[in-house]
Nanobody
Framework: QVLLVESGGGLVQPGGSLRLSCAASGITLDRGTIGWFRQAPGKDREGVSL????????YYADSVKGRFTISRNDAENTVYLRMRRLKPQDTAVYYC???????????????????WGQGTQVTVSS
């Protein structure tokens, strides 16, 4: 069975950093897309960052460009999201997800992702 497990969330002060991890099992990360979405209270789920698994192209929401970096560790079948210069508006539950499709348009198409982790809470506050 496919399982995605997120970790690394927590409470951090504005301007701080966190690294989220998504460990995948039951699937080889060799095609399609893996990425991160987030959902804050009262807001819709939004795409944060995607990694195309076949060509390693990356995509970022405008709100996180220059601050967040997505990467992959092939040996551990794990994807990471390094978050720097965090802002209060980054506060949300962050989800890891995979899709059989690829392309920059998927950043706004959460319905195209088939497998999801349970999420990890990121809170940015003083």
């Amino acid at each position: 069975q496919v399982l995605l497990v997120e970790s690394g969330g927590g409470l951090v002060q504005p301007g701080g950093s966190l690294r989220l991890s998504c460990a995948a099992s039951g699937i080889t990360l060799d095609r399609g897309t893996i990425g991160w979405f987030r959902q804050a209270p009262g807001k819709d789920r939004e795409g944060v960052s995607l990694l195309s698994l076949s060509d390693e192209n990356t995509y970022y929401a405008d709100s996180v460009k220059g601050r967040f970096t997505i990467s992959r560790n092939d040996a551990e079948n794990t994807v990471y999201l390094r978050m720097r210069r965090l802002k209060p508006q980054d506060t949300a539950v962050y989800y890891c997800a995979t899709s059989q499709y690829s392309g920059y348009g998927l950043l706004n198409l959460a319905q195209m992702f088939d497998y999801w982790g349970q999420g990890t809470q990121v809170t940015v506050s003083s």
